[in-house]
């Protein structure tokens, strides 16, 4: 059934690629790191490719975990773009070249990621916008911790600030959503077993993030993101079924920047999820 499903999800994706002009955008979502999203990614690489499309990486990370690594053989990669800072040499996306190059597809993973000051982008979901724009299909990952209208309710689950993130229209301007899903149990086992990070890093991992009601909470919130994506989805392609709902929100902000923060991002996260107008009315004391 799995593989089934793997099938279907890479023939939808690969239609896809071959009606648009702009390229299409295509993201894997999970509740942390570890569950198999760039895994999974260089799967549908390889499917991509045995269905003679022109797939290349951009930009991957594979955390030096072997069976991620092993999928690398047989996918092209496009050469990154060394950087000079603070006295060291770093490596980006070379977006310029991805783009020269043009192949139909990009893997570009880490969507979350602020480049390095110098760079054409301040961040990789803007390197991405611009690939897209130049008629290139994009598959991406990134996790639910990095949504910018939950950054309040993360840090309360996790107890850790969240300084990458990426705006809610980026990842509702994707054409297709997958949650790659674990159980807790499931992912804290793959912990152990040192498939997610090196062993020294495991009993932290364990009485930090890593934490069984922490990864509960987290699975629910992917699970509902994807699957308010779909609802969107199925509304905007139905054109008969798409109705504003009555709803109407307004966000009353202050001078105080930080509950100004707050209450813009639930706001926002609400009038996306009932499809309704909303306004901000500041008042200046």
Request: hydrophobic letters at 40%.
């Amino acid at each position: 059934m799995e593989d089934e499903n793997k099938s279907g999800s890479v023939k939808k994706f690969l239609d896809l690629v071959k009606k648009s002009r702009r390229g299409k955008f295509k993201v894997y979502i999970g509740m942390s790191a570890g569950v198999g999203k760039t895994y999974r990614m260089l799967q549908e690489a390889h499917a991509l490719k045995k269905n003679g499309i022109d797939i290349r990486i951009g930009y991957i990370e594979t955390h030096n975990r072997v069976e991620t690594h092993a999928l690398l053989d047989g996918i092209s990669s496009i050469p990154r773009r060394k950087i000079f800072y603070k006295g060291k040499e770093l490596e980006e996306m070379d977006v310029n070249s991805i783009i020269n190059i043009h192949p139909e597809v990009v893997i570009v993973d880490e969507l979350a990621h602020s480049n390095v000051e110098g760079s054409k982008n301040a961040k990789r979901w803007q390197d991405v916008s611009d690939i897209l724009d130049a008629g290139i299909s994009v598959i991406s990952a990134v996790n639910i911790q990095h949504l910018e209208s939950m950054n309040e309710e993360i840090e309360t689950i996790t107890g850790i600030p969240i300084t990458e993130r990426i705006p809610d229209k980026i990842l509702e301007s994707a054409d297709e959503i997958v949650n790659i899903d674990l159980t807790a149990d499931e992912l804290i086992e793959r912990l152990k077993a040192g498939k997610i990070y090196d062993e020294s890093k495991i009993q932290r991992a364990l009485t930090n993030f890593f934490q069984p009601e922490r990864i509960l909470q987290l699975r629910e919130l992917a699970l509902k993101e994807v699957a308010h994506h779909l609802e969107r989805k199925i509304n905007i392609e139905v054109p008969k079924q798409i109705k504003l709902r009555p709803e109407k929100f307004m966000a009353c902000i202050s001078t105080n920047h930080q509950t100004a923060k707050i209450i813009i991002r639930k706001t926002a996260r609400l009038a996306s999820y009932y499809r309704s107008p909303w306004i901000v009315l500041y008042v200046q004391r």
